[in-house]
């Protein structure tokens, strides 16, 4: 994405809810030149975290949510299975 200031663009709110935001400036930390951009309210958001249009930013979000569901699942998996030893060392 092409970023000459200001700009507008989508990002996700944490409670997922997709929000345009105008960008103001670069943000530049000690360990990345390209760290991200800094919003008008003063908000810094990484790269990854800005998204072109608002379809994108909620594309995002799915892929976000299914990769925490699949964690939830590995460990339902693992506390399923060490119930299942509790249970088998009650009898």
């Known amino acids: 994405m092409e970023r000459s200031y200001p ?4 990002i ?3 409670s997922f809810k997709p929000v345009e935001v105008e960008f103001v400036k670069p943000y530049e930390a000690f360990s990345f030149e390209d760290y991200g951009d800094l919003t008008a309210k003063g908000k810094i958001m990484r790269r990854d975290e800005i998204h072109a249009s608002k379809s994108e930013a909620i594309k995002v979000g799915h892929e976000r949510l299914a990769k925490s569901r699949a964690q939830i699942a590995k460990l339902q998996f693992g506390h399923d299975k060490k119930l299942e030893a509790l249970k088998k060392a009650e009898k």
């Open 7 to 10: 700009y507008k663009a989508w």
């Open 12 to 14: 996700l709110m944490p």
